[in-house]
């Protein structure tokens, strides 16, 4: 016959049983109430200040982009050679290479973006479109770019005495 062992003061364990706690249902209602009422306290505080925070900057940035300006130059390089400039795209949210190669594709003629000796970037096309790139600005970037926000400028080389 096999032999059969008893298991059950070998599997208990070596420490102290373990407790059991009981809480009684009003103490416990009563803390988790106070906590969750300043809890509530500051997550309303915090939130307030977020949308005071959001309402300011979105404030900001309105304000930027109605004083913001589009600036399209027309350039004289040589004689009768020009080249149209534009700046001031970027303050309205705009990526300047993807405009850029809009320009080229509208137009048919050469655009980068260059730096200006100011910090900023501008758009060069080849040729004078300055008319051409108003309206283009107007009519494509409708919902982006206010047309009171942009203005033509023309430049011209000092000729010489």
């Known amino acids: 016959m096999a032999e059969v062992e008893d298991t059950s003061a070998t599997s208990a364990p070596a420490g ?8 009684c249902g009003e103490a416990l209602n009563a803390n988790m109430a106070t906590l969750s009422v300043d809890a509530q306290k500051r997550a309303a505080k915090d939130a307030a200040k977020k949308e005071a925070k959001a309402a300011a900057l979105e404030a ?3 304000e930027a982009l109605a004083t913001s300006k589009v600036l399209i130059k027309r350039v004289e390089r040589n004689k009768r050679k020009y080249v149209t400039a534009v700046q001031g795209l ?3 949210g705009l990526d300047l290479k993807k405009v850029a190669k809009d320009f080229g594709k509208k137009f048919a003629t050469g655009s980068s973006v260059t730096k200006t ?5 501008e758009i060069v096309v080849q040729g004078d479109l ?3 790139i108003f309206d283009f600005l107007t009519e494509g970037y409708e ?8 203005e033509c400028i023309e430049d011209k080389k000092k000729k010489p005495a």
């Open 60 to 62: 900001k940035t309105a």
């Open 117 to 121: 000796p100011q910090g900023g970037e």
């Open 16 to 23: 102290p049983p373990p407790r059991k706690v009981i809480y």
């Open 143 to 150: 919902g982006k770019v206010p047309e009171d926000n942009i």
């Open 90 to 92: 970027e303050a309205f």
């Open 130 to 132: 300055s008319d051409d």
